[in-house]
């Protein structure tokens, strides 16, 4: 008799993180829900990842394949390409998932067959414990490609899609070295429909080194691929047509806030304006521009009055 195919696969990279996989993998046996293979790539470990899951995990529904460390999607794609599952779920092999995270998530595509992808609430966690999270609010649900544009609220590990999309879609880029995932959600949202579990399901790491931590150049550069890869195939940049204004935009909204945030006054500037430029609607664009403009001494002597103004308490920025 033909052994029965898992309904969901759950796909894991990892490279040197032993100790952190281990965690992610207990986090997937202690599902309510059991209908699951795990799948592992080692992305070129050189700490005996492969030996200690052979010895590990023997007779357990896990299989690990080896590759030459060729990057996160590269290994997220060996996982696509072998998985049997109806449904594809992924994990990062220094995050964890709460027990009920499957059984919540998998009945919103059985309730829906338009909707392809469903993801859930998160915290980021670090050495001292959970930190802040992310709940998902209602413009993630349905055709929710232009919040996803706005912020992605769905960090990898909260993410599951239906298999068949892959088809349409194609993998992931292995050429992005920042936002690969962003891109690969924005891909496949723009052919199905999206839901979501508002519970935090998943709590993430912060670690050194981590896929979560990135530098600011990096991101700088790795944002604006991320969304001229939209447009990469004729068939998803048709889907995007309609927003691509807005994408582009948004791409440099982005960035102008996160170096406003950094203190990057001068890039803050650019990125802003050319937010703008592109689309004069961009409410993030002219949020960060004036603040640019006054640059770190004003703002700062600005913020310096506002408190001796409100006793303390400066408000919202």
Known sequence: MAEREPRVSVI???RNRRHHLVEAIESVFEQTYSD?????????????????????YRGRPLVCFSQENRGSSAA??????????????????DDL?????????????????????????????????????????????GRAVRAML?????????????????????????DLSFG???????????????????EVLVHYRDTPGGLSQIAFDAFRSGTLRAIESLFRDPATASLFAPYREEALSQAHALVAAQ????????VARLESWRAIRIRAGNLEG?????????????????RTLRRGITGGSEGPD
């Not at 080692?42 to 200690?52: I, Q, R, V």
């Not at 992310?134 to 649900?141: Q, S």
């Not at 170096?259 to 001068?266: M, S």
């Open 76 to 93: 997220r794609n060996v996982g696509i390409r072998a998985a049997r599952g109806e449904f594809l779920a992924f994990l990062d092999s």
């Open 97 to 141: 998932w709460l027990p009920r995270k499957l059984e919540c998530q998998i009945p919103l595509f059985d309730r829906n067959p338009a909707v392809g992808f469903v993801f859930c609430g998160s915290a980021r966690m670090d050495g001292r414990g959970v930190l802040r999270a992310r709940e998902p609010t209602r413009e993630y649900r």
């Open 259 to 266: 170096a406003l945030a950094g203190g990057r006054f001068d």
């Open 286 to 302: 002219w949020r960060v521009l004036p603040r640019a403009l006054l640059g770190r001494r004003l703002l700062g002597a600005l």
């Open 150 to 174: 706005r912020k992605s609220m769905m960090p990898t590990p909260t993410v599951v899609i239906r298999k068949r999309l892959v088809s349409e879609t194609g993998l992931m880029y292995e």
């Open 12 to 14: 894991i990279p990892t």
């Open 180 to 198: 690969e995932d962003w891109n690969y959600w924005l891909r496949i949202a723009a052919r199905c429909e999206v839901d979501f579990v508002p």
């Open 36 to 56: 699951y293979e795990i799948i592992v790539v080692d992305d070129g470990s050189t700490d005996g990842t492969k030996d200690l899951l052979a010895e590990r």
